[in-house]
């Protein structure tokens, strides 16, 4: 076995236990569970049968099994990192409306008419 | 009903000065909205007896500006005019405004440092200025001859429609899309602008692209 492999291998394990923790402590939906694990052990596969991903790339009509594996990755990262911004964007309006609804009642409850001087 | 909303984001130094010049043209009604200042913003705008609002947390000038219309709203404005914190602007252009606004039966006003020669606006300035009219008329379709003034003048109706969902500075343009789309008559107006600091530098003019292009929507 190279040295990738087992670097690889023992870091893809480590993804593992952190679902596995991540789901026991109710941190993880039961879809999200399956889906990080199927994606973490298929990672462990194609690290430790590397023939899988050239068995695979030729089904896909892609010269080598590692394009496939970058040409995957990146797409999965791009996505992810869309994801990731429509959650932040999404994040960032409710802290606004939250921030607003917060300052509009402390300035309601402390006088319903006319608030002034309010925090 | 006039009501002046200001938001004003660590402005103890201007606050105070912003005040006294808005009540000595005869301005009473105000609501400050401190956007989660960390000096005494609030507290200055206290004693001058402006209503104050405080956001807990900062969130940008669009957040708290919305944050000003809807009390406004609710308090029974029926023109609200949006005048900065930073002591910028002449309080003697807001009687100007509203003659003009209630001339020319538009629903919205925009302030421009473009139209008369009333601005001192420096050099180095007037490039992002006449860049962000363009990039102000491909979001919206319409041509100010100033995209991003934040002397504004709103009469109810479209107080109404308004709905600021872009909490930085990209909310000058969204105002005006929002104009657009609801067709509601706008006019421009010659104002008069200070400089104590450059506002938007050209990394501000690229978030306000940036926050435009991804606009997630509601």
């Not at chain 1, 593992?16 to 052990?41: A, C, E, H, T």
């Not at chain 2, 912003?18 to 705008?45: C, M, P, Q």
């Not at chain 2, 900062?58 to 002591?87: P, S, Y």
């Not at chain 2, 105002?175 to 104002?191: D, L």
């Amino acid at each position: 076995m190279f040295i990738i492999q087992s670097v690889l291998s023992l870091f893809f394990l480590y993804a593992l236990v952190r679902v596995v923790l991540r789901f026991k402590q109710d941190g993880l939906s039961i879809v999200s569970f399956i889906f990080w694990l199927v994606f973490w052990l298929a990672g462990i596969g194609l690290v430790l049968l590397p023939e899988t991903s050239s068995y695979l790339a030729k089904i896909f009509g892609i010269g080598r099994g590692v394009d496939l594996i970058v040409y995957v990755s990146l797409a999965l990262l791009f996505f992810m990192q869309f994801r990731l911004m429509a959650e932040k964007e999404k994040l960032k309006k409710e802290i606004t409306l939250l921030t607003r609804q917060l300052a509009l009642d402390k300035a309601f409850k402390t006088d319903s008419s006319t608030p002034k001087n309010l925090e | 009903m006039v009501i002046i909303v200001v938001p004003a984001y660590n402005e103890a130094k201007n606050i105070g000065r912003v005040l006294s010049g808005l009540l000595k043209h005869g301005w009473r009604e105000i609501i400050v909205v401190d956007d989660g200042s960390a000096d005494d913003t609030a507290i200055i705008a206290e004693r001058q007896g402006a209503r104050v609002l405080r956001h807990s947390v900062n969130r940008g000038q669009g957040a708290a500006l919305q944050t000003g219309h809807e009390l406004a709203l609710r308090l029974g404005a029926e023109v609200v005019v949006d005048f900065d914190g930073d002591d910028q602007f002449d309080p003697a252009d807001i009687a100007r405004a509203l003659e003009k606004i209630k001339t020319s039966s538009a629903s919205v006003l925009f302030g421009s440092r473009f139209m008369e020669v009333l601005a001192q606006i420096p050099k180095s300035k007037l490039l992002l200025l006449k860049s962000g009219r363009w990039a102000n008329y491909l979001f919206t379709g319409i041509l100010l001859s100033d995209a991003h003034n934040g002397f504004r003048v709103l009469k109810r109706k479209a107080l109404e429609k308004i709905n600021i969902r872009q909490d930085g500075m990209a909310h000058n343009t969204e105002i005006v899309r929002q104009i657009k789309k609801n067709n509601f008559k706008f006019v421009e107006m010659g104002v008069a602008v200070k400089y104590h600091r450059y506002g938007q530098g050209i990394v501000g003019g690229f978030k306000i692209l940036c926050d435009l292009i991804f606009d997630w929507g509601e």
